[in-house]
C-alpha cells in the first residue's frame, strides 16, 4: 500500500469509530432487555476494557507531563498553570452545586415518597458509609503524596502520579544537556503507550456493548420507572449545565462547544458505554495535543481536572441530597442547603479515583450535614447506576472545556491549528 492511501487510511478507522461504538451500545441495551441473564453475565466485557485503559493511565500522565516540564523548566509558569486551573474548577463546581440545588428545590423529585428510613434496609450501603467515614479534606491532601515512587503506578492514583511527574520533569529540564537523552526516551516511550491506547481501543464497540447489556440487564428498566423524575432532572440538568454554562464559557474563550463535542466525539461515546470517564482519558490528553493546547498545559490540567473538576459529580450530589431530604419528610432551610453546598466543595473534591465515589461522597455529606439520615440513600441505590452515565458524560465534556479555555489564557494554544481541525469535515 502506498504510505499516502495508508496514512489515509487511518483516519477513516478512527472516523468509523464511533458508529461501531454507538452500534455496540445499543445492541448490548437490546439484549440486556430482551435477555437480562445474558446480558448480566457480559460485564467483564466493560470491566476490562475499563482495566486496559486504567492501567496505561499512570504511565502516560507520567511521561507527557515529564516530557512537556523538562522542555519548559519554568517553575513559576507552571505554578501558574495550575493556579489558573484550580480557580476555574472551583468556580465551575460552584456553580453546577447551585444549579443542582435550584433544579431539585423546583421540581422537587423527591416529594410525595414519604419513606421512613428506619423501616430501610441499609444493609447494602455498609461498603459506601464504611469508606464514608474514612473521607476527610486533609486526609485527601496528605494521601496526594505517594508512600513510595512506585506505589503509585501500582495503585494508580492519579493525583499522586501527577505530583512524581511534576517533581521529576523539573529535575530533568534542570539538567540540561545532561538530561536530553533521558528526554529523549520519554518521548518515545509516550509515544508506545499511546500506540497501546491505539490497540486497546479496537476493543471499544465490544467494552461499551457488553457494559450495556450488563446495567440493563442486571437493573431492568422497570428501575427507570420507579425513580423516573429523579433521572430525568438528573439528565435535565446535566444538559442544561451542558448547553448553557459549558457552551457560555467556550463561546467566551472563542469555541464552538457543538464543534467541541464532534471533535471528542468517540471518547464521549465510550463514555456513555462503559459509565466511565477515565476510559477516556488518554484519548482526550492525545486530542487536547493534537488541536494546539501545549503539552504541560494538557498534562497538568487534564489529570487534575479528573480529580477537581466533576461538574456532572456535583450536579448529581445536590440533586440526590435534596431528593433524599424530600423523600424522608426533611425540611431544609435555605442556610441547612447553603451549608450543603459548603460540605460538598470540600467533599465532592475527595471524590478523585475511588470506585463508587459519587455514592461514598454522598454517604460522607448527608453524616455531616446531620439532618438528612443516611439510609435515605437506598432509595436510590437502584438507580445510581442509570445515573452515572450522565456524570460521566458532564465531567468529560467539562475537563476538555476546561483544558481548551486554561491553555488559551496562559497563551499556550496554537489558534490556526484548531480552525484547521475542528473546521474539517468529520
Known sequence: MHPDSQAAAVPRQRNTLYVQVLVGIVLGGLLGYVKPEWGVLLRPLGDAFVSLVKMLIAP????????????????????????????????????????????????????????????????????????????????????????????????????????????????????????????????????????IVGIVTRAAPLAAGGAMAFTIGEYGVGKLAQLGLLLACVYLTCLIFIIVVLGGIARLAGFGLWKIIRYVREELLLVLGTSSSESALPGLMEKMEKIGCARPVVGIVVPSGYSFNLDGTCIYLTMAALFVAQATDVSLTLMDQLGLIGVLLLTSKGAAGVTGSGFIVLAATLAATGKIDVRGMVLILGVDRFMSEARAITNFIGNTVATLVVAKWDDAFDESKAGEILSRPR
Open 60 to 195: 502516560i500522565i507520567f511521561t507527557t507531563v515529564v516530557v512537556g516540564l523538562a522542555g519548559m523548566g519554568d517553575l513559576k509558569k507552571i505554578g501558574r498553570v495550575g493556579a489558573k486551573a484550580l480557580i476555574y474548577f472551583e468556580l465551575v463546581t460552584t456553580l453546577a452545586l447551585i444549579i443542582g440545588l435550584v433544579v431539585a428545590n423546583t421540581l422537587t423529585p423527591g416529594a410525595g415518597f414519604h419513606a421512613d428510613p428506619t423501616k430501610l434496609d441499609a444493609g447494602g450501603l455498609a461498603k459506601y458509609t464504611g469508606a464514608a467515614k474514612q473521607m476527610g479534606t486533609l486526609d485527601f491532601l496528605l494521601h496526594i503524596i505517594p508512600k513510595t515512587f512506585v506505589s503509585a503506578f501500582a495503585e494508580g492514583e492519579i493525583l499522586q502520579v501527577l505530583l512524581l511527574a511534576i517533581l521529576f520533569g523539573l529535575a530533568l529540564g534542570k539538567l540540561g544537556d545532561h538530561g536530553r537523552p533521558i528526554l529523549n526516551l520519554m518521548h518515545e516511550i509516550a509515544r508506545v503507550f499511546f500506540g
